[in-house]
C-alpha cells in the first residue's frame, strides 16, 4: 500500500517525502549515544572494523579512535606502550686465575646417531667439538661413585663481586624502527601513550616480517664501535626492563664476555668480563636477573639493576650448553649428559637428572615442567618439583636435537637433521618439516599421571577457547627449499602466532599458526 500510494504521488511530491525522511533514515544511533556506550560498543570490534569505522564521521572517528579500545587490543596480545629509558654504565671484571679449554664448540653436545661406540659424530662444521657417542646407563644420583657429594655447601660454589670500573658514553645516534611521527629517542623525551599507534606499528611490523619486507639493521660490523665483541657471538637474548619497558640485547661470544646492545643507538652500554675463562654458549634474561653458561663449565648469574655478580655454580663437568630460568628455579644442561636443577634465585642445588644417553644440547622450563634435548634424538619431560621422568619422546628427530622451545602443551624441536618438529605432548599429534613423520610422535612412557593447562598465548582468537586439540596435518610442499633448511637447525622459539626457526644455513624461517573456529583445532601452515 505504501509503494502504491508513493507510487500515485506526483515527483514534486516525492521530492519533499524525500526530504523529510532522510534526516531520519540517516539517524546516528551509536553517535547519539553517550560517549561510554558507544566506546562500550565499539570495543568488541576487531581492529579492521575499527579503522573502517573511523571513516564515517568525525564522530565515530573520535570514539573509534578511543585509547582505552586501542589499549585493550595491544593488552590481548601482550603488547605495551614503552617509554625511552636511562643507559647503563659499562663495566667491566678481573679475568679470574682459572683457566679451561675452550673448545669452541657453539653450544653443540655430543650426539648418539646409532654408531659404534668408537664413532665420533662429526658436526655441521668443522670445528664443531662432538664427543664419542657412548651409552651409559644413564643414572646420575646426588653423589660421586666414591661417596663424597656432588654439590658441596651453596655458599663454597657461589662467589659475589662488586662493579668496577666504567666508560664514557659515546653520543647517541637517531637510528631507530618506530615510525616516523616518533622523532626522537631521547633521553628526557616523554611520549603520551598512543595504543593505536602501537597496535598499527606491531601489526605492522608483523605483516613485513611474515611476507620477508624488512630491512635488517647490524649492530657488530667492521668498523664497529670499540666496545664491540672481539670474536664469534653465539648466543643472544632480548630483554626488557621492567621498570622502565626499554628493550636491548644482550649477547655472549667466544671473547669470554656479554654486552648489552642499545638498540636505539646500536651502542654497547654493558660489558660484562672476567666472569668466564672461556666461550660464553647460553643466555637466558628476566625479572631483573641475567644468566650466562659457558664452556668453561661454569653457570653466571648477574644482578642487573645492581650490576652485581650474585653467584657462580661450577657444578657440571664438561661445557654448560644451555641455561634457563624461572621465579623459582634455575635449569642446566651440559655435554656430560645431565640436567641439574637449582632453586632460584638463592641457587641452593635441587636434582640431578642423568637419563639422557648424549649431551644435553637444549633445555626449556615451564613452571613445574621440564624439557629437555639431546643428541640422543630424544626428549624428555621432567617434573621440576620432584626430579621425576614423565615421558620420554625417542627417536623425535633422524639425528641429534639441537634447539627446542616450551609453551605446554606445545615443544618445538631443531635437528642436526635439518628439520623442525612441533607437536603436542599430550595428544602427541603435531607437525615435521621431515616427510618421514606423519603427525604422531612416539612416547615410550604411559599418558601423563596430571593434566596440562595451555598456555595463554595458545588461545582461539575467534572463541576464547584455550582447550586447543592438534590435529594430524598435510605436510606443506617444500617447492623451491622454502619450508626445510639446508643445515642444522640451531635455534627455534614458539611466538603469539607464528613459530620460528634460525639455521647453520644462514637463514631464519617463520611458520605462520591461526585458529579455525570450527573445531577450534591448531592449525600450522607455511
Given at each position: 500500500m505504501a509503494y502504491k500510494l508513493l507510487a500515485a504521488l506526483p515527483r514534486s511530491r516525492l521530492a519533499a517525502i524525500q526530504r523529510k525522511i532522510a534526516p531520519l533514515l540517516q539517524f546516528d544511533?551509536?553517535?547519539?549515544?553517550?560517549?561510554?556506550?558507544?566506546?562500550?560498543?565499539?570495543?568488541?570490534?576487531?581492529?579492521?572494523?575499527?579503522?573502517?569505522?573511523?571513516?564515517?564521521?568525525?564522530?565515530?572517528?573520535?570514539?573509534?579512535?578511543?585509547?582505552t579500545i586501542w589499549k585493550r587490543l595491544c593488552a590481548a596480545r601482550g603488547w605495551t606502550w614503552r617509554q625511552p629509558a636511562r643507559t647503563h654504565t659499562e663495566p667491566s671484571y678481573p679475568p679470574h686465575n682459572a683457566e679451561w679449554n675452550d673448545s669452541d664448540d657453539e653450544g653443540m653436545g655430543d650426539s648418539d646417531d646409532g654408531g659404534t661406540d668408537d664413532e665420533i659424530i662429526s658436526g655441521a662444521e668443522a670445528d664443531l667439538a662432538l664427543m664419542p657417542a657412548e651409552l651409559d646407563s644413564g643414572f646420575a644420583s646426588m653423589s660421586s661413585s666414591d661417596g663424597v657429594p656432588l654439590f658441596s655447601n651453596a655458599r663454597d660454589t657461589l662467589y659475589s663481586g662488586s662493579a668496577v670500573g666504567s666508560s664514557a658514553r659515546s653520543k647517541s645516534l637517531t637510528r631507530h624502527s618506530a615510525p616516523s611521527v616518533l622523532k626522537t629517542t631521547g633521553e628526557t623525551l616523554y611520549l603520551m601513550p598512543n595504543y593505536k599507534l602501537l597496535h598499527q606499528t606491531l601489526i605492522k611490523l608483523r605483516n613485513r616480517f611474515l611476507s620477508s619486507n624488512y630491512r635488517l639493521s647490524a649492530l657488530q660490523t667492521r668498523g664497529a664501535p670499540s666496545t664491540a665483541h672481539t670474536n664469534t657471538i653465539y648466543c643472544l637474548q632480548l630483554y626488557t626492563y621492567p621498570e622502565t619497558g626499554q628493550q636491548v640485547l644482550f649477547t655472549g661470544s667466544r671473547d669470554r664476555s656479554i654486552r648489552e646492545w642499545n638498540l636505539t643507538t646500536g651502542l654497547v652500554e654493558r660489558i660484562i668480563s672476567g666472569v668466564h675463562s672461556s666461550s660464553v654458549l647460553s643466555l637466558c634474561a628476566q625479572n631483573g636477573y641475567l644468566a650466562s653458561a659457558g664452556s668453561d663449565r661454569r653457570v653466571m648469574v648477574w644482578h642487573l639493576e645492581s650490576n652485581e655478580l650474585v653467584g657462580v655454580i661450577c657444578d657440571h663437568e664438561d661445557s654448560v650448553l644451555c641455561v634457563r630460568f624461572d621465579d623459582e628455579r634455575l635449569v642446566s644442561c651440559s655435554k656430560d649428559r645431565t640436567v641439574r636443577t637449582y632453586s632460584f634465585p638463592d641457587l641452593v642445588p635441587q636434582f640431578v637428572l642423568g637419563a639422557h644417553r648424549a649431551a644435553v644440547n637444549a633445555v626449556s622450563i615451564s613452571k613445574d615442567l621440564i624439557v629437555s634435548g639431546s643428541g640422543d634424538r630424544s626428549i624428555r619431560l621432567w617434573d621440576a618439583k620432584t626430579g621425576k621422568l614423565l615421558r620420554t619422546f625417542d627417536n623425535h628427530h633422524t639425528r641429534g636435537i639441537a634447539s627446542i622451545d616450551f609453551k605446554p602443551p606445545i615443544v618445538l624441536s631443531g635437528s642436526s637433521d635439518k628439520h623442525v618438529r612441533f607437536f603436542d605432548i599430550t595428544s602427541l599429534q603435531g607437525w615435521s618439516t621431515s616427510p618421514e613423520y606423519d603427525g604422531a610422535t612416539p612416547a615410550?612412557?604411559?599418558?601423563?599421571?596430571?593434566?596440562?593447562?595451555?598456555?595463554?598465548?595458545?588461545?582461539?582468537?575467534?572463541?576464547?577457547?584455550?582447550?586447543?586439540?592438534?590435529?594430524?596435518?598435510?605436510?606443506?610442499?617444500?617447492?623451491?627449499?622454502?619450508?626445510?633448511?639446508?643445515?642444522?637447525?640451531?635455534?627455534?622459539?614458539?611466538?603469539?602466532?607464528?613459530?620460528?626457526?634460525?639455521?647453520?644455513?644462514?637463514?631464519?624461517?617463520?611458520?605462520?599458526?591461526?585458529?579455525?573456529?570450527?573445531?577450534?583445532?591448531?592449525?600450522?601452515?607455511?
Open positions: 544511533v551509536v553517535g547519539s549515544l553517550p560517549a561510554e556506550v558507544s566506546i562500550q560498543i565499539f570495543s568488541h570490534l576487531p581492529f579492521q572494523t575499527l579503522l573502517t569505522c573511523a571513516l564515517v564521521s568525525r564522530r565515530w572517528q573520535a570514539l573509534a579512535n578511543d585509547q615410550s612412557n604411559a599418558p601423563l599421571p596430571f593434566p596440562l593447562i595451555s598456555t595463554p598465548g595458545l588461545v582461539c582468537q575467534t572463541c576464547g577457547s584455550s582447550s586447543i586439540q592438534p590435529t594430524p596435518l598435510p605436510q606443506p610442499s617444500t617447492d623451491g627449499g622454502r619450508c626445510v633448511h639446508g643445515d642444522l637447525v640451531r635455534s627455534v622459539a614458539v611466538g603469539y602466532d607464528f613459530v620460528l626457526s634460525g639455521s647453520y644455513d644462514l637463514s631464519i624461517k617463520a611458520r605462520k599458526l591461526w585458529f579455525v573456529q570450527v573445531r577450534c583445532h591448531l592449525i600450522f601452515n607455511v
